[in-house]
């Protein structure tokens, strides 16, 4: 398995990004995500693991947003994988929506992509025909799946309470 030591962060104008020291193909593991600290509150240097868990993800809080990225987040299994080639130096990116259902400090997007979601605010701003281009983890699943329940009851109960 792959670890950290093949990762580099960059500073740049006083922007952080992680890039890779070598190439990976879609679908290899490029290393595990840090579990050794999980938390029940989100803050910069965390990945939602759960529906109330966040681990401290180290050096991968240098990870940026894109809607077109190259790695995912897999918090099942615990491991960044290559979602597409990655060549030696490129930056490595996830969206960050597959794992954060709701962002503490929502930002605007200015990755370019020709699918860009524009205003990046977590999993549950955004509507299903977004989400369900991306690769989405299974408590962001769970909790989407929660909301639409909890719509569909309200709308039946507004309903009933009209006749």
């Not at 060549?87 to 930002?107: D, I, N, R, V």
């Not at 989405?136 to 039946?156: D, F, G, V």
Request: aromatic share 6%; glycine share 4%; proline share 4%.
């Amino acid at each position: 398995m792959t670890s950290m030591e093949t990762l580099l962060i960059k500073t740049e104008h006083k922007f952080r990004s992680l890039v890779t020291r070598q190439a990976y193909s879609k679908g290899e593991v490029i290393c595990e995500i840090p579990s050794d600290n999980v938390v029940n509150k989100a803050n910069r240097y965390t990945v939602q693991i759960g529906r109330d868990e966040h681990t401290d993800v180290g050096k991968l809080a240098a990870l940026n947003h894109s809607c077109d990225p190259n790695v995912i987040l897999d918090t099942k299994n615990m491991l960044m994988v290559a979602c597409r080639d990655i060549a030696k130096g490129e930056e490595l990116s996830f969206f960050y929506p597959s794992t954060e259902w709701e962002m503490a400090a929502p930002f605007i997007c200015l990755c370019g992509a020709s699918n860009c979601i524009h205003v990046v605010a977590g999993a549950r701003f955004l509507p299903l025909s977004t989400l369900e281009n991306h690769y989405l983890n299974p408590h962001i699943r769970e909790m989407m799946i929660e909301l639409l329940n909890n719509t569909e009851k309200h709308l039946t109960g507004l309903s009933e309470a009209k006749q």
